[in-house]
């Protein structure tokens, strides 16, 4: 069993299995995942080198010297917006007053 990565290099890592897995099958949710990984793999990036979460300014500065990582990142926000226009706000951490049926009779 394969734990959540704990650096950089380990995130980066799992970002190329996720493209490799996505070449090899050519499935829609492959595709997703490998690109939702590589975007976030700034994410972790930075946090290691910088001590802090990176911020929009940060990912803007990133992206102008690596357009591919800003074509995935963007290609990652639509699909986020498209999911949300399909579905609505989904209740990602739902309270427990919501999450257990009313049992009222």
Not at 10 to 15: G, S
Not at 32 to 42: E, G, K, P, Q, R
Not at 74 to 103: F, H, K
């Amino acid at each position: 069993m394969r734990t959540f990565p704990e650096t950089a290099s380990e995130y980066i890592q799992l970002a190329e299995r996720a493209v490799d897995r996505f070449s090899l099958s050519q499935n829609i949710d492959d595709l997703f995942t490998a690109i939702l990984v590589t975007a976030h793999s700034f994410d972790f990036f930075h946090r290691e080198n910088k001590g802090r979460p990176a911020e929009e300014a940060d990912k803007q500065a990133f992206g102008i010297e690596n357009p591919d990582w800003k074509i995935i990142r963007q290609l990652c926000n639509g699909g986020t917006r498209a999911r949300l226009t399909a579905v609505g706000d989904p209740n990602l951490c739902p309270s427990a007053e919501r999450a257990i049926p009313d049992r009222t009779v």
